[in-house]
């Protein structure tokens, strides 16, 4: 099998390019940055690629197809499947996960999505869109502040700002507004919760739920430090709102558990994300039998993880500390301990490729 990955330098990949390699595929990893063949070069052959904002990315792209056949596309973040599932249907009848045009419309306006969750039953924030930025202080009054700018997809947290009061909304609505039709959200406090599974044609196998403990860019960044939890009323959740978009492949929903206990749904993404390291840390599998499912498998039963286990997620967590200048510090010591067990789970080649890219960031931070 011949797979075509689409990445954005996303830092879970590398794990799952190993894992494809091990099972016997033959990875093109087409993706912005250097080939490295010591380090991910190892694990499948390396094509660079413009960046995705650069308007020549899909032509490149279209090239690579025509060059060579794929048995699959595995675009890798949310921008990248939805341009994936818009290509000339020669390549996008190849992407993984197939998904109907109702529910990749879901996926592409998160209030088509709420709207969705409302109707299984999910509690959601209240939201109103935001049709110009005169709006603002109406909005603020019937929402109150804080209040949640969004736009209509999550992308690693980079289409949603906080604002305190109607100057910080304005700088949002302003800063955002690029991205598309957007909408004001009110602001729940609680914890943040992700779960995420593996699941064929809507049926849910091996799930893995945890508590976010912190997440860079603060506060709807990724996350950085998580705990796993069992919670049978979020699995309950998850696996409807899973089940009823018909998921096949690897998904993730974020929720917000309220001072009551209740959750609130925020957002589901049909692909890899950042923290997917943290379950197979915790015996949770989720690369392997994913990988068995994109050859045409079926899912295996679920194993029962380690429920109560902190994971401190490498590189993330020091890539984290290098964007805030502040690397390293005494009070990160019990992180370092915790991140160990993310770095025993990489062979040396992929340690390289972290650290030369950690490497990288930490000589741009001197020079700044």
């Given at each position: 099998?011949k ?19 091990r ?7 087409f993706?912005p ?6 380090e ?5 052959r ?5 960046y995705l904002?650069d ?17 699959r596309l ?13 290509l000339p249907?020669r390549?996008a009848s190849?992407?993984f996960?197939q998904?109907?045009r109702?529910?990749?419309?879901r996926f ?16 959601i924030?209240?939201?109103l869109?935001l049709?110009?930025?005169d709006?603002?202080?109406?909005i ?7 209040l ?11 289409q ?5 009061h109607?100057a ?5 609505f302003?800063?955002l507004?690029?991205?598309?039709p ?11 919760y ?6 064929e044609a809507?049926?849910?196998g091996?799930?893995f739920?945890?508590k ?7 506060p ?6 998580v705990?796993a939890v069992?919670d049978?009323?979020?699995r309950?959740?998850?696996?409807g709102l899973?089940?009823?978009l018909?998921?096949?492949g ?9 001072a ?14 950042g923290?997917?390291?943290a379950?197979e ?11 068995r499912?994109l ?19 490498f ?9 805030a200048?502040?690397f390293?510090r005494?009070?990160d010591?019990p ?8 770095i025993?789970?990489l062979?040396?080649p992929?340690?390289r490729?972290h ?5 990288w ?8």
């Amino acid at each position: 099998m011949k797979v075509l990955v689409l990445d954005n330098a996303w830092p879970a990949t590398p794990l799952l390019i190993r894992e494809m390699s091990r099972q016997g595929i033959d990875v093109l990893y087409f993706a912005p940055e250097s080939p490295a063949p010591r380090e991910l070069g190892r694990f499948c052959r390396q094509q660079r690629s413009p960046y995705l904002s650069d308007p020549g990315y899909q032509a490149s792209l279209l090239a690579v197809l025509e060059r060579e056949p794929f048995d699959r596309l595995l675009p890798l973040c949310d921008e990248l499947q939805r341009l994936a599932w818009n290509l000339p249907a020669r390549y996008a009848s190849r992407v993984f996960p197939q998904v109907d045009r109702e529910t990749r419309e879901r996926f592409a306006d998160r209030r088509l999505m709420y709207g969705f969750a409302r109707g299984l039953g999910l509690a959601i924030p209240r939201a109103l869109d935001l049709p110009d930025i005169d709006a603002l202080p109406s909005i603020g009054r019937i929402l109150g502040w804080p209040l949640v700018v969004r736009g209509p997809q999550g992308c690693g947290g980079s289409q949603v700002m906080i604002a305190d009061h109607e100057a910080a909304a304005r700088t949002a609505f302003l800063r955002l507004g690029r991205h598309g039709p957007l909408f004001a959200q009110e602001f729940i406090r609680g914890d943040l919760y992700i779960a995420g599974a593996l699941a064929e044609a809507g049926r849910v196998g091996q799930m893995f739920i945890a508590k976010v403990l912190e997440t860079w860019p603060t506060p709807t960044g990724p996350s950085i430090r998580v705990i796993a939890v069992d919670d049978p009323t979020l699995r309950y959740l998850a696996s409807g709102l899973f089940g009823a978009l018909r998921a096949h492949g690897l998904i993730m929903a974020d929720f917000i558990r309220v001072a009551d206990g209740d959750y609130r749904f925020l957002e589901v993404n049909p692909r890899p994300w950042g923290s997917i390291a943290a379950a197979e840390v915790c015996g949770a599998p989720l690369l392997d039998p994913f990988v068995r499912l994109l050859r045409g498998a079926s899912l295996p039963p679920a194993k029962v993880y380690r429920a109560g286990r902190r994971v401190t997620l490498f590189p993330q967590f020091l890539s984290a500390r290098l964007d805030a200048g502040s690397f390293p510090r005494i009070a990160d010591l019990p992180h370092y301990g915790s991140m160990l067990s993310s770095i025993r789970s990489l062979s040396s080649p992929l340690l390289r490729h972290h650290l030369r890219r950690l490497y990288w960031q930490w000589s741009s931070t001197r020079t700044r």
